[in-house]
Structures are given as structure tokens and as C-alpha cells.
């Protein structure tokens, strides 16, 4: 009997192990939204992270009939991404984001987390890209 409880607790402590890797660091997508930065914010009670909204044209529901804002709410990965977007409030931005299956409290409350930003412009002018 003994020698079986060995292997047995080694497999399952495996097996946890992939599935906690499979549900909250396997990237499920990774993609670039772009809209005007309706809000960004640090906000959180025992971790402290970046979360904003971005507000897309056009309008998209899961309803057939109804009307609904294309938002895309989303965290963000570093500090230095964070400096840019708190700056970009009102603005023209395009992200580049890896979506997760499922959030984790150190990385943010939404499962999409901002990598970095491909393009800031005013609304009303051309911008630059961001280097």
C-alpha cells in the first residue's frame, strides 16, 4: 500500500499543477482593441492594480435588438504602460493585450491584461506611434 501513496500524491500534486497553469498563465488570445480611454485607474484593497476602459465605435450586444457600448475593460501589466494610459484619458488609443482564461488578483480584475501601446492620438489629430 505504501508504495503506491508515493506515486499517487506526486501525480495529483501534477496534475493540480497543470490545471492551476492551464486556468489563470496559459494565454488564451493575445490581439490589439483600440478606442477612445474612457477611464484609468489604480484601484484595489490588498493588491494594488491598473484597471481602465476603453470605449469602442460602434455598438455590439448579445441580444438581437438591443443596443449596447462596445467596452472593453482591461488591466495593465507594467508601470510603464500604466504612466502612458494615465496620461491618454479622453484619447485615441491602440493596446495590445493577451487575454487569460481567468484573472488573477496580482495581475488585475479583468482576464484581458494591456502589454503595451501601439498608438496614442488626440481624437480630433493624427498621432504618432509610441516607441
Known sequence: MKKFVGPVIIGLV???S????????????????AGNLN???RK??????????LVQDG????????LQSNEFR???????VAVLL???????????YKEYLNPLPWRGASKYVV??????????RNGLPIQ
Open 86 to 96: 494615465e496620461r491618454s484619458g479622453g484619447q485615441f488609443v491602440e493596446l495590445r
Open 18 to 33: 497543470i490545471v492551476i497553469w492551464w486556468r489563470y498563465y496559459f494565454v488564451f488570445a493575445e490581439g490589439v482593441k
Open 44 to 53: 484595489g484593497f490588498l493588491f494594488k492594480t491598473w484597471e481602465g476602459r
Open 74 to 80: 482591461f488591466s495593465a501589466s507594467s508601470d510603464s
Open 115 to 124: 502589454t503595451e501601446i501601439v498608438e496614442i492620438r488626440d481624437s480630433g
Open 14 to 16: 501534477v496534475i493540480l
Open 59 to 66: 455598438f455590439q450586444s448579445p441580444n438581437p435588438g438591443a
Open 39 to 41: 477611464y484609468f485607474e
